[in-house]
């Protein structure tokens, strides 16, 4: 084929250029992708023809040479003997070949300098042009030619263009400003002055350009923005794309070095709540210490953040990734939430994307955990993830465990131990190894399902298994002695280096407490010392000479054996570390004093290994940059500054309005003047209706300006951005308000702090602020009205995505599904024939005497003293909701009124259902009253301030595991059926040395029923208890076991997936079971 093709070729060569004009026309009229692939076939006519082709007086011979020139450039080849040829069509009127001449000169223009210059001037005529395109392009040519020579030209043409009435070419001048720079950094300082004149354009298609040549040429001169700032946060929405994430960058540094940091304000409140309880403010201000002012927003900082998040919902990821960390540096801790499901949104693009984007929402979740929380399940790992995703969703689902839910957490580890990936199991493992440092609660259920994993029949799994448990025994070894025996066991069927390494590194480090099987161990390994990995030959050695120390009776001519063989080995790292031990372990005349600190040298305890994430540290680079990404310091990244000590002068922003001259119209013309008002688009009557619409509707008040924070939060509520449709809607929305903004403008200017109270008051952090401010009651009343409204229309547009990613983390399932099954067991769950389900029911609780708690002593209290106690009964006011009791008790003789709970203090998911405020409490008496509290399955502490008329009280309920429950009754059989289930990390087991009267039936039960709120199962044997509940916020089973052996010994065991429920509650009864 190739030689048909060049004798094809070389028929071709004879045919006249009227031929070839005539088929240049054709093909340029013809256009299309066929075009395109003759143009680069290697199948096309040479190029000897060309020189006629570009003397030729027809436009479409030129331009069909032209498209070749540049596809000969495209392939790599040297077009450069064509310049002469080319240069002379500098000058054409046709625009297409001007472009095409325009491009080639940029490419050979360096090589051929002295030919480029001769065209200098037809560049220069061409600045001159009545077309705006043909002048941004002589100009972006101009300023492409790498020669030194033309500099002070290229100069005057960009001081040119800068006044130029087009934008298009002040762009363009914007953008040859760099080039500029970048060939003579001399022109430094006129080149600044040409930035500080374009940043005063107000084209949105300029202000990009000079934002990016401002950062390149002179990032340090922050006096230049300070006129410009506010104009740029204005023109911020309507500047292009990639304008805007140069703009945003910008603005980030530039607010760093010109507001005070927000966070002052969490960290004063911090220390206000650490005050003695005792002080008070007139005894800090008698000892002179001054009272800290309270935080107080700049408004130009409160603009940009106000201007910049209706970008959330840009189409553009960059876009999106540059308003979250300006969010995320800038923003209060308390309105940085808001940016988390706009960057969830993001995860359904490419996998480029994707990856970046996990990579700072990594970064974001070791600092602030609860911003993604709410999003857990969209962090779960699919199957078509590549390694790299699969690996940072891995990492941020380790950085959002909590007591919460590291049961569901460690149910979705278990799936993705089984993967197919290696390297993605090996890092599941890795992260169950983080969860159990992280949470000691589960400590014990990650070390028992690592070690379930030893059996597993594929060796990558195992090995990582052994490594992570190594680790793990090194914070507790005493407890779990029994491990290290059953790793030594495994030890023949291990084969992976490092695995080995791992298992007799422990034997040799707790040689002590494994003293029978540790020689042995050692006694295996010597056979095959000379087939074994470096690694594990060095852990050899060391394992001989510990043993050496401790038990040299058995060990002390097997390890002479080890030495004198790795004396000889190919390895100079084993061979030093055999003399090095040999001279230790080994006296003899020759040895030295270091002998005798053998012991102390080889047996000195190892501090345990701490498991971090390696997200760590990369908060120390700026998010969304190039360095974060390579979590290095890249060519050109410039450092976030810090915050500064002292507000800088907000004056310097303040720029000058002239005001335009007011024409006096005279009285009897305003008639006439209404009536051309009705041609208005918006008319005064519509605008008036609009406004006193808002109140009833969510989507009318989106168009009213003040609530131009409502709308775009309520945008973000009822969209996640799931389909085009709802996209374009919400941009139609965001440019509706902008545009009633800037006509409603002249009314808002009355004072800049109302405006930043409004905007304040619908975060959380700013409550505390404004609750002294009757005017911001009124706001936060409205605000209260367009959420309902907004939860209404969320309701309507809820789709199968929202339900699947953005639900609540918690499952309130009835029946929980197994976590750590058999093999066997999940083999055959399929093949079941029964498919009737376990009937449980809510019981009615075992009466027991009711335990109280002291909330609030009368001496703390000044007189009212308060105590709690659980109830145990489903609460009235939620079904997942803990029934509280609280007792008031009026100590003192003077009456309190208004007794009320005030400021909550809880942690993420937790809520409260106040009780009903007392009016008055007379002296000496009590009145009892009923709360609800969702603690979420966990023991955290509730905090909250108890409030009378005068005072306040900052109180704590704390509580018992055993509350958290709600009896069920169900059968033996359904019980051990849902018993299967939860096997593995989802069971916990103990056992118990109690004296004989304690193991009755009628002493167990007692103790069991008192301590936890659980129902009694029916029992066909004598010596076996069975105790089921559920809990309160989830609905898990908790299934208790209790089986009564010889000798007053109980094995107690707890069946339940939420792992820490079942951790604390098993140390409970073990704690209560084995008392006398």
């Given amino acids: 084929m190739a030689t048909n093709s060049i004798s094809y070729n070389d028929q071709g060569l004879g045919r006249e250029s009227t031929e070839l004009g005539q088929e240049a026309t054709a093909v340029t009229s013809g256009g299309g992708a066929g075009t395109g692939f003759r143009l680069f076939s290697v199948d096309y006519k040479k190029n000897e023809d060309l020189h006629q082709m570009l003397d030729s007086n027809k436009d479409s011979l030129k331009l069909e040479a032209m498209k070749r020139i540049v596809g000969m450039i495209a392939k790599g080849k040297n077009a450069s003997e064509l310049f002469p040829a080319v240069v002379k069509n500098v000058a054409s009127k046709n625009i297409e070949l001007k472009k095409l001449v325009y491009v080639y000169l940029v490419r050979y223009a360096e090589e051929q300098q002295d030919l480029a210059l001769l065209s200098i001037s037809t560049f220069q005529r061409a600045l001159k042009d009545p077309n705006q395109l043909i002048r941004a392009s002589a100009l972006r040519v101009l300023s492409s030619i790498r020669v030194s020579i033309i500099v002070p030209i290229m100069m005057l043409s960009i001081k040119e263009a800068v006044n130029d009435l087009s934008p298009y070419v002040r762009k363009t001048a914007a953008h040859a400003i760099q080039k500029l720079y970048s060939l003579d950094a001399e022109q430094k300082e006129p080149l600044i002055e040409i930035i500080e004149k374009l940043l005063k354009d107000k084209s949105t298609l300029v202000a990009g350009s000079v934002v990016m040549s401002f950062e390149e040429v002179c990032p340090e001169r922050i006096d230049l923005i300070h006129k410009n700032y506010r104009k740029l946060c204005n023109l911020l929405v309507d500047v292009e794309e990639w304008g805007q994430v140069v703009i945003i960058n910008m603005l980030t540094r530039y607010a760093r070095t010109q507001f005070l940091s927000p966070w002052k304000e969490e960290e004063m409140l911090d220390e206000n709540n650490e005050k003695a309880f005792y002080d008070s403010d007139e005894d800090q201000n008698k000892n002179g210490v001054a009272a800290k002012k309270p935080y107080i927003m700049d408004p130009d900082h409160r603009l940009l953040l106000r201007n910049t998040r209706p970008l959330l919902q840009s189409r553009n990821a960059a876009v999106v990734m540059g308003v979250a960390q300006l969010y995320w540096h800038l923003a209060p801790k308390s309105e940085v939430n808001i940016v988390a499901k706009s960057l969830v949104r993001l995860l359904r693009s490419h996998r480029e994307v994707q990856y970046i984007v996990l990579q700072n929402i990594a970064t974001m979740t070791i600092r602030n955990k609860g911003m993604f929380e709410p999003y857990l399940k969209s962090f779960y790992i699919r199957s078509t993830d590549p390694t790299q995703i699969k690996i940072l969703k891995l990492e941020i689902l380790t950085n959002l465990t909590s007591e919460t839910n590291i049961s569901i957490v460690l149910r979705e580890f278990q799936t993705y131990v089984k993967s197919q990936d290696k390297q993605f199991a090996a890092a599941t493992i890795q992260a169950i190894g983080r969860c159990a440092t992280n949470i000691s609660e589960v400590t014990d259920t990650c070390l028992n399902g690592l070690v379930y994993l030893l059996s597993n029949r594929d060796e990558n799994v195992v090995a990582e298994s052994v490594v992570v448990i190594k680790k793990l025994l090194q914070t507790q070894p005493s407890q779990h002695s029994e491990i290290i025996k059953h790793m030594a066991k495994l030890l023949g069927n291990i084969t992976v280096p490092m695995a080995r390494a791992s298992i007799l590194w422990l034997i040799g480090e707790y040689c002590e407490r494994v003293p029978k099987i540790a020689p042995d161990v050692l006694r295996k390994v010597a056979k095959s010392f000379t087939t074994e990995e470096e690694i594990v030959k060095l852990q050899i050695l060391n394992l001989g000479a510990k043993l050496c120390l401790t038990n040299p009776k058995q060990t002390k001519l097997l390890m002479q054996y080890i030495l004198n063989v790795a004396k000889y080995d190919q390895n100079y790292d084993i061979r030093d570390r055999t003399r090095f031990i040999k001279q230790l372990i080994v006296p003899n005349e020759k040895s030295g004093a270091l002998s005798k ?36 310091k890249a060519n050109g990244y410039l450092e976030l500054p810090e915050w500064p000590e002292s507000a800088p002068d907000p004056s310097v922003r303040n720029v000058e309005v002239i005001q335009p001259v007011k024409l006096v119209t005279p009285v009897g013309k305003l008639k006439g003047k209404k009536d051309n008002l009705d041609g208005k688009f918006y008319s005064d009557s519509e605008e008036q209706e609009d406004s006193s619409q808002s109140s009833e509707s969510s989507s009318e008040s989106e168009s009213d300006s003040k609530n131009e924070d409502s709308s775009s939060s309520s945008s973000e509520e009822s969209s996640g951005s799931e389909s085009e449709k709802e996209e374009q809607k919400e941009e139609s929305e965001y440019s509706n308000s902008e545009n009633n903004k800037t006509k409603t403008k002249p009314k808002k200017l009355n004072s800049a702090t109302s405006s930043e109270s409004e905007d304040s008051s619908s975060e959380d952090s700013s409550e505390s602020e404004n609750d002294s401010d009757p005017e911001n009651t009124v706001t936060q009343k409205k605000e209260e009205k367009k959420a309902v409204s907004v939860v209404k229309t969320a309701k309507q547009e809820i789709s199968l995505l929202d339900l699947v990613d953005f639900s609540d983390v918690s499952t309130p399932v009835t029946l929980p599904k197994p976590v750590m099954a058999s093999r066997l067991a999940a083999d055959l769950e399929g093949l079941s024939l029964s498919s009737t389900a376990a009937v449980i029911d809510v019981a009615t609780p075992v009466f027991v005497p009711p335990k109280s708690y002291t909330l609030l002593h009368r001496m703390s209290g000044k007189g009212l003293g308060a105590e709690y106690h659980f109830s145990r009964q489903q609460c009235i006011y939620n079904s997942k909701m803990v029934s509280v009791q609280i007792i008031l008790t009026n100590n003192s003789d003077k009456e309190i009124r208004n007794i009320r709970i005030g400021e909550r203090k809880l942690a993420s998911g937790m809520r409260i259902h106040d009780f009903y405020e007392i009016d008055c409490l007379e002296p000496g008496t009590s009145k009892t009253a009923s709360m609800g509290i969702d603690f979420c399955d966990s023991t955290q502490a509730a905090n909250f301030v108890l409030c009378t008329c005068n005072d306040q009280f900052s109180v704590t309920v704390q509580p018992p595991v055993g509350e958290l429950l709600l009896p069920v009754t169900t059968s033996e059989k359904d019980f051990k059926k849902e018993q299967g289930k939860l096997t593995g990390m989802n069971e916990n087991s103990t056992a118990i040395t109690g004296s004989p009267q304690n193991s009755s039936s009628q002493a167990i039960v007692h103790k069991v ?19 089921a509940a559920k809990t309160v916020n989830s609905g898990s089973l908790v299934l208790i076991t209790i089986e009564v052996k010889e000798g007053s010994t109980m094995q107690l065991r707890i069946n339940t997936e939420k792992s820490v429920i079942g951790s604390v509650l098993l140390r409970e009864l073990k704690s209560v079971l084995s008392q006398d």
């Fill in 1009 to 1027: 029923v008192n301590m936890a709120n659980v129902g009694v199962v029916p029992s066909g044997q004598d010596n076996i208890h069975r105790f």
């Fill in 597 to 632: 600190y053998a012991k102390k040298i080889f047996l000195v305890q190892k501090p345990a290994p701490v498991l971090e994430s390696p997200f760590k540290d990369r908060d120390r680079f700026q998010l969304s940059t190039l360095s974060h990404t390579l979590n290095t």
